[in-house]
């Protein structure tokens, strides 16, 4: 799906310039998924922007769900199945995006834990959507405090990219990095309510040095 990845790249650009940086990583099993980075100097701070490519190529599939031809049967059970397919057009698309204070930690070593996420649904049948977390297994980068990240809600940074029917659109996932403690927090209480917590203490989610919220 090279031209789905043509369009992505575009969008990309038009939303956030042109990058400064790119870098590829493979993955047994998987497609090739780069990450690129964007410098932002327009705001409140030199804001470093990184992007995933290469995870919209495919759509995401649960493989514990039905096929698309399953069936049930006349007597209204489904017939058990014996494997699942994948559909290779339908089903959620979407990019990964990641937004850090600049110059305050040695965040490209993010570059790596940032594909591996990225090619979770490929690699590990994971549907990423809102609301949901990703664990790297360590740190995000080099003494970062954060080991996983909370998905939020696209379209505020880019644009949902609309494909030809009867794709579904590509939809571009801001990650919120999170401290060990939040993430347990948040399982607990859920991902609006950790979210208002950071909001309600006036947290700065891109400071890649921030300590945890106050949680109790």
């Known amino acids: 799906m090279s031209d789905v990845l043509e369009l992505v790249e575009a969008r990309l650009r ?28 327009s705001g409140d701070g ?14 995401m599939t649960d493989p514990a769900g039905p096929s698309p031809d399953h069936r049930p049967s006349a007597g209204g059970l489904a017939a058990p199945l014996s494997i699942t397919f994948a559909d290779p057009v339908r089903g959620p698309r979407a990019e990964l995006l990641l937004s850090v204070r600049a110059g305050r930690a040695d965040t490209d070593k993010v570059l790596r834990p940032l594909a591996v996420l990225a090619a979770s649904p490929q690699v590990e049948g994971v549907v990423v959507a809102p609301g949901g977390s990703l ?32 794709m579904d659109p ?47």
Request: net charge negative; charged share 25%.
């Open 14 to 41: 038009t939303a956030l310039g042109e990058p400064d940086g790119r870098a590829a990583v493979t993955f047994l099993g998987a497609e090739r998924i780069e990450v690129l980075r964007f410098q932002d100097d």
């Open 46 to 59: 030199d804001v470093v922007r990184y992007a995933t490519l290469g995870m919209s190529a495919r759509p």
């Open 135 to 166: 664990d790297v297994g360590g740190p995000l980068w080099p003494d970062a405090p954060f080991g996983s990240v909370l998905v939020a809600e696209p379209g505020g940074l880019v644009e949902d990219l609309e494909l030809p029917a009867p």
């Open 170 to 216: 590509v939809r571009f996932l801001p990650l919120l990095p999170m401290t060990p403690g939040e993430a347990a927090w948040k399982r607990v209480h859920g991902a609006g309510a950790l979210e208002k917590r950071w909001l309600t203490y006036g947290t700065d989610l891109r400071d890649p040095g921030r300590t945890a919220v106050p949680l109790d």
